[in-house]
């Protein structure tokens, strides 16, 4: 048996059994800590869902992780860049080009805002 079918076949049903097992054999004692505001400062209403939702911190989470790409995607070709020669510089000079364009309609939306003018 090959390693890809072995990846594809055993993988999913241990998974499978291992939270089968976790959701029979798992504690569910909720206490003070588990039933208390989040680390975002809203506290749990159960069987309501319409809450009000600061939108700055999601928008903050997609920049980094924006951001957080592209360095990823720069690392190849930081290591490979007398292979690619020219050709590749010039594609990751465009790329960069792209997102600094997005980063500039970004913070002149201003969408990266964190502060409130009420304050």
């Given at each position: 048996?090959?390693?890809?079918?072995?990846?594809?076949?055993?993988?999913?049903?241990?998974?499978?059994?291992?939270?089968?097992?976790?959701?029979?054999?798992?504690?569910?004692?909720p206490y003070e800590a588990k039933v208390?505001?989040?680390?975002?400062?809203?506290?749990?209403?159960?069987?309501?869902?319409?809450?009000?939702?600061?939108?700055?911190?999601?928008?903050?989470?997609?920049?980094?992780?924006?951001?957080?790409?592209?360095?990823?995607?720069?690392?190849?070709?930081?290591?490979?860049?007398?292979?690619?020669?020219?050709?590749?510089?010039?594609?990751?000079?465009?790329?960069?080009?792209?997102?600094?364009?997005?980063?500039?309609?970004?913070?002149?939306?201003?969408?990266?805002?964190?502060?409130?003018?009420?304050?």
């Open positions: 048996m090959s390693n890809i079918l072995m990846l594809f076949i055993f993988v999913p049903i241990l998974s499978g059994i291992l939270l089968a097992l976790n959701l029979l054999l798992a504690p569910k004692q208390s505001a989040y680390e975002c400062g809203f506290s749990p209403v159960y069987g309501q869902t319409r809450n009000v939702f600061y939108i700055n911190f999601f928008l903050v989470a997609l920049l980094f992780l924006i951001f957080d790409l592209e360095i990823l995607l720069l690392f190849p070709i930081a290591v490979t860049l007398y292979n690619v020669s020219i050709f590749g510089f010039s594609m990751v000079l465009i790329f960069f080009i792209v997102l600094t364009i997005g980063f500039v309609l970004e913070i002149g939306s201003g969408s990266i805002k964190l502060a409130s003018n009420n304050s």
